[in-house]
């Protein structure tokens, strides 16, 4: 089992930043997958990035390229999403996720979500 608690969330004016973090327990977080997702009302929730465990790869969603950017620090158990110049549309419940496949289709683990709440 993989506990993941996300934090850094809050609200902010457009072309703000912030940053998420995600911090693991238990099983091995190393052997895992890592991304965020978000769920803005009524709609589906969505996949955002993705990182390996050794953080040789990563991927964006189309309309997160160029102002968000994933990282992880195994030492800490932990991965980040650096959010940059954001907007309205970020608006969402934002997700931290683990998983055993990369690019992250089937997903393992999922921490309790962090509100980001971007005002125009």
């Known amino acids: 089992q993989v506990h993941l608690v996300e934090s850094g969330g809050g609200l902010v004016q457009a072309g703000g930043s912030l940053r998420l973090s995600c911090a693991a327990s238990g099983r091995t977080f190393s052997n895992y997958a890592t991304g965020w997702f978000r769920q803005a009302p009524g709609k589906e929730r969505e996949s955002v990035s993705g990182i390996t465990y050794t953080s040789a790869s990563t991927y964006y969603a189309d309309s997160v390229k160029g102002r968000f950017t994933i990282s992880r620090d195994n030492a800490k158990n932990t991965v980040y999403l650096q959010m940059n110049s954001l907007k309205p549309e970020d608006t969402a419940v934002y997700y931290c996720?683990?998983?055993?496949?990369?690019?992250?289709?089937?997903?393992?683990?999922w921490g309790q979500g962090t509100q980001v709440t971007v005002s125009s």
């Open positions: 996720a683990a998983s055993s496949m990369f690019p992250i289709k089937r997903v393992a683990y």
